[in-house]
T-cell receptor, first 108, second 113 residues
């Protein structure tokens, strides 16, 4: 069974700081998705990466897929309070395997 | 253009009662998935359905849990004889292609007292 480990588990930062969160797998990803979940809501898809070495940008968010497709990172530039939430990576197509999550708190 | 609609948002049941959770997928989506999020745990896959068919139920507990997606109407996740350990947030997601990302609903929070 594939395991997705995310680090750090918790992150508390000041508005304006940069941060990176990581997602690592015990085996090769077929594809990888990043979601953000706010309290009391369902996860919202941010991005899907498929090709090893792929880099995608979504405003202040930069997503990178490792060359070997066993790891991925999410970098946020100049964090804002609205970035607060649970960040989840997930692997698969019909049946997603979710990572353990990184809980981000951005303070004003 | 409504998203994935789940109801009720909150459901309280006594031990031994039945819980019925409903999910209406996005318009045009024929693939429905159910996930469970236990307190302090991650999201776990339960079941994948298409209209009138269960495609993959490998994440469903063998007893008391069932799911359906009829030709007409919403998908239903049914939990019979609920126990305290069933307390969790249950999320439904839908997609048009069955691949590369879903749209999730806001979930149903089940509390068993």
């Amino acid at each position: 069974t594939q395991l997705l480990e995310q680090s750090p588990q918790f992150l508390s930062i000041q508005e304006g700081e940069n941060l990176t969160v990581y997602c690592n797998s015990s085996s090769v990803f077929s594809s990888l998705q990043w979601y953000r979940q706010e309290p009391g809501e369902g996860p919202v898809l941010l991005v899907t990466v498929v090709t090893g070495g792929e880099v995608k940008k979504l405003k202040r968010l930069t997503f990178q897929f490792g060359d070997a497709r066993k790891d991925s990172s999410l970098h946020i530039t100049a964090a804002q309070t609205g970035d607060t939430g649970l960040y989840l990576c997930a692997e698969g197509t019909d049946k997603l395997i979710f990572g353990t999550g990184t809980r981000l708190q951005v303070f004003p | 253009n409504a998203g994935v609609m789940q109801n009720p948002r909150h459901l309280v049941r006594r031990r031994g009662q039945e819980a019925r959770l409903r999910c209406s997928p996005m318009k045009g989506h024929s693939h429905v998935y159910w996930y469970r999020q236990l307190p302090e745990e991650g999201l776990k896959f339960m079941v994948y359905l298409q209209k009138e068919n269960i495609i993959d139920e490998s994440g469903m507990p063998k007893e008391r849990f069932s799911a359906e997606f009829p030709k007409e109407g919403p998908s239903i996740l049914r939990i019979q004889q609920v126990v305290r350990g069933d307390s969790a947030a249950y999320f439904c997601a839908s997609s048009s292609t069955g691949a590369y990302g879903y749209t999730f609903g806001s979930g149903t929070r089940l509390t068993v007292v």
